[in-house]
């Protein structure tokens, strides 16, 4: 038999839903419901929880799991983390392969969520098989984003070039430079000469243009891409030191004999 807290609170969760909401915050119900202690609302929310009505994504912040979704026990990421990182007063961008399969590069659908954010670095998440990554960075520049809509909203998602860059500078979180050229095969499509401006030159770090431009001109043979990043660089004084293509292995022997100063330390294969 439900006693008074929980048709109370039950009924104002259900309000959220009908209002197009599918989280909450502890803070926010413990506003709206004064006359109940922060021991009685706490009481409802776990038997609301064993009952896989409600889910705690984090600490204080609940996920409303709707009928559809109720056999998983989960939204999806892209339903709940805008919402999530407002929470958190967290400036954010979907990035890597997520906002990859959003610019229609989704040979390799993503085992993870990931979410680049500013530091102090966050913790992944990890619920009911979902698990959503974050890379901490100290700065986000909104002029490469795009808002993408989503049953709930919008995501904040990395444009085609800033998501390529991504995809080379942290190749290591998603499997490494064989996959990240698999993905950028695809994504290459969605990319133009125009999205190449100064500003987002002087945001990425150059040894990441340098490996991005080798892999479009002697790996995908882009060679009109490449060159117009080559001639970006020399417009912007951008010197190219010597760097190797493989961040992490020997670069004992091996040759940079390209205009990219790439030590070509890795042979990459992409899966097509």
């Excluded at 993503?110 to 974050?134: H, W």
């Amino acid at each position: 038999m439900l006693d008074a807290e929980n048709i109370k609170i039950q009924f104002w969760i259900d309000k959220l839903l009908s209002l197009g909401k599918n989280a909450f915050s502890l803070e926010i119900l413990e506003r709206e419901l004064p006359n109940y202690t922060s021991i009685a609302i706490k009481r409802v929310l776990a038997r609301l929880s064993s009952k896989g009505k409600i889910l705690s994504i984090m600490k204080g912040y609940y996920l409303i799991i709707t009928p559809q979704y109720a056999s998983k026990g989960v939204l999806p990421p892209p339903l709940y983390i805008d919402g999530l990182m407002n929470y958190l007063s967290r400036p954010y961008y979907v990035g890597l392969l997520s906002a990859a399969a959003y610019h229609g590069a989704s040979h390799q659908q993503p085992q993870e969520f990931f979410v680049f954010t500013l530091t102090p670095a966050l913790r992944p998440i990890s619920k009911r098989g979902q698990k959503i990554n974050y890379t901490s960075i100290i700065e986000i520049n909104p002029n490469f984003l795009v808002d993408i809509k989503t049953e709930m909203g919008y995501l904040k998602v990395s444009n085609p070039l800033l998501t390529a860059t991504d995809l080379i500078q942290f190749e290591k979180k998603i499997g490494g430079l064989n996959r990240a050229t698999t993905v950028l095969e695809e994504l290459t499509e969605t990319i133009t000469n125009e999205q190449l401006t100064d500003d987002i030159l002087n945001y990425v770090p150059v040894t990441t243009w340098q490996r991005l431009g080798f892999i479009w001109e002697e790996i995908l043979h882009e060679k009109e891409l490449a060159d117009v990043l080559f001639e970006k660089l020399i417009l912007n004084n951008k010197k190219k030191y010597r760097i190797p293509l493989k961040a992490s292995k020997n670069t004992r022997n091996f040759s940079s004999v390209n205009r990219w100063n790439v030590i070509v330390n890795t042979s990459i294969e992409t899966d097509f």
